[in-house]
């Protein structure tokens, strides 16, 4: 199926929750979802015969500027059954930024959204184990974002090099 | 007094199971592949949970590419997983490409000679991966020969990448636009058929070496006792794990992005896809531990097979670069992800149009096949953690970026 296939199906299912489809930069085009019906409309992806949409490729969060006021998730989707690919997009506000976990629809986005929340700070509700991945658990801040200063210090050690 | 004896040896005899021992297994334990920590909570010999800590080789990869031109980041990659080197350049020069292809007001091809040398070097790369990862898989379980046979094969392999970059690990060969020139192979001259002749010799005497290797350590008894039947990851599993490569062909899964979205020019060049089955004359069945190295090990004849093709049809004539005055993709995004040695390597770029990517990730194929340690290592025995690792052939450079 092509994306903007796959964009019609959703609007009939979903209505107002998937809020636009965006083929205005050059490259993939996305569709965009609410965040809070993110992991329905996963589920729906993943369990429709026609979409089965059985694998995650890539989870990343995203921070356009320090004067964008959102963050942005974007989940790269494949089918291995029918060779298909569609990229959805949530916006989630810098001040509150958490959205439903989708760890129970693919194991891989286990580790993909504890990576997320690890540099970008992003909460996803129903995670069952969100803590630091890469980063030491008592780091502070969040790296990725674009308006991160980093410490002088990390226990006695000189951060800047 | 006799009383309490008496509920003393209830008690007893109420908890008839040893206590939960926790055992870390790592940072620096030769066996993890780098610095992984496993932290093992065991009963007895029988694991039941391994939980895997990384980050210990994390540089923030990701960071470091938005303050970084996109030329420059190539460099960065190299670093992902060393072992693999050519092919990481290769994934992102692949979505800087990408990007920049889309945009339909500026011309913008690769040329064929440098797609050949490409295609070239990236088999030989994924040989050399596949012999370090057959290698130290063997002495993982015990056998030290087969590490020294590898590094021994993979030794002219290196030498024969220095002699077209300068570097035996960190290439930084691929550029975007086409392959770095710092040592000229002018088409037609000597040098360019000496190097030819040299890749020959070994494809040569190296084709015949990986029956040797699998009379070695794949039909070996020990060998096969320890890896098959051991963690198997079936379809699903693998598919929702993210597990790709090796590792999901190895579950039986016949997917493979060279030829079924093919990328630059593979699509001209006749291979197979080696995938698990199940072996019951051997005892293997799809989706353990011996089926996963067999793939590796059953690739490399394929590659040797491409890079066999290439060199009968000679490299073609003309530049090895691309006419570009500046690297800059137009606004926009991207998520392209190309086979790597160990599965699928993909990069999502998000560009504003200037020089610099507003965002840059790998999606690590590492990453994904680690996170399945944990369920595919529950109830197995501790020594059975060790091969689980290797046969997932994980590089930590790529896990931790």
């Not at chain 1, 760890?103 to 540099?119: C, F, M, N, P, V």
């Not at chain 1, 990725?144 to 951060?159: I, S």
């Not at chain 2, 990481?88 to 800087?96: E, I, K, P, S, T």
């Not at chain 2, 130290?136 to 392999?157: Q, V």
Request: negative net charge; aromatic residues 10%; hydrophobic residues 40%.
């Amino acid at each position: 199926m092509k994306p903007e296939e796959i964009y019609e199906t959703l609007v009939n299912k979903f209505g107002e929750t998937v809020q636009g489809f965006d083929t205005e930069l050059v490259g993939d085009p996305s569709i965009l979802i609410a965040p809070s019906a993110i992991a329905d409309v996963c589920q729906y992806l993943v369990e429709t015969d026609t979409l089965r949409f059985d694998s995650l490729m890539c989870l990343s969060g995203v921070d356009l500027g320090v004067k964008e006021e959102v963050f942005s998730i974007v989940y790269h989707l494949h089918s291995i059954s029918h060779r298909h690919n569609v990229v959805l997009k949530a916006s989630v506000p810098k001040t509150d930024a958490y959205l439903p976990t989708v760890s129970h629809i693919w194991k891989t986005a286990d580790w993909h959204e504890r990576e997320t929340y690890d540099l970008y700070g992003i909460l996803f509700e129903g995670h069952t184990d969100l803590r630091r991945i890469l980063l030491p658990d008592d780091w502070e801040g969040y790296p990725l974002r674009k308006d991160y200063q980093e410490p002088d210090f990390y226990r006695g050690m000189r951060v800047p090099y | 007094m006799e009383s309490t004896q008496q509920t003393e040896s209830k008690i007893i005899e109420l908890k008839p199971f040893t206590d939960e021992m926790i055992v870390n297994m790592g940072p620096q334990h030769p066996s993890t592949h780098g610095v992984l920590r496993l932290e093992l909570r065991l009963d007895g010999e029988i694991v039941r949970e391994a939980i895997p800590h990384i980050g210990y080789l994390h540089r923030c990869f990701e960071k470091h590419s938005e303050n970084l031109s996109y030329p420059q980041i190539i460099p960065f990659t190299d670093r992902m997983d060393y072992v693999a080197a050519m092919n990481q350049n290769w994934g992102f020069c692949l979505a800087v490409e990408k990007l920049m292809a889309a945009d339909e007001t500026k011309e913008f091809a690769v040329p064929e000679r440098a797609e050949y040398l490409r295609v070239l070097i990236c088999e030989l790369n994924r040989i050399a991966s596949h012999l370090l990862s057959f290698g130290t898989y063997g002495m993982d379980i015990g056998a030290f020969t087969p590490f020294l046979y590898a590094f021994r094969d993979r030794e002219r392999l290196l030498l024969l990448f220095e002699k077209i970059c300068g570097a035996r690990l960190t290439y930084n060969y691929i550029r975007i636009g086409g392959v770095s020139e710092i040592i000229p192979l002018e088409p037609g001259s000597i040098a360019e058929q000496n190097y030819l002749d040299e890749i020959e010799g070994f494809l040569d005497y190296f084709e015949p070496k990986i029956d040797e290797f699998n009379d070695l350590l794949t039909a070996n008894s020990i060998f096969s006792e320890r890896t098959m039947r051991v963690a198997v990851m079936p379809a699903e599993m693998a598919i929702s794990y993210g597990a790709t490569g090796p590792n999901l062909r190895g579950s039986g899964i016949d997917w493979d992005l060279r030829r079924d979205e093919p990328y630059s020019i593979y699509d001209r060049f006749d291979f197979d896809v080696p995938v698990a089955k199940d072996i019951p004359e051997l005892g293997a069945v799809v989706g353990d531990c011996w089926s996963r190295y067999k793939i590796r090990m059953d690739e490399m004849k394929e590659s040797v097979k491409i890079v066999r093709q290439i060199l009968a049809e000679g490299l073609p004539d003309g530049p090895v670069m691309a006419d570009l005055k500046a690297v800059r993709p137009p606004k926009g995004e991207i998520y392209f992800r190309s086979e790597a040695p160990r599965g699928e390597l993909g990069f999502y770029i998000v560009s504003d149009g200037t020089p610099k990517p507003v965002r840059v990730k790998g999606r690590s194929p590492c990453f994904s096949a680690l996170s399945a340690l944990q369920e595919l290592s529950r109830g197995l025995m501790v020594a059975d953690i060790i091969a689980i690792i290797g046969s997932i052939d994980i590089v930590m450079g790529e896990v931790d970026r």
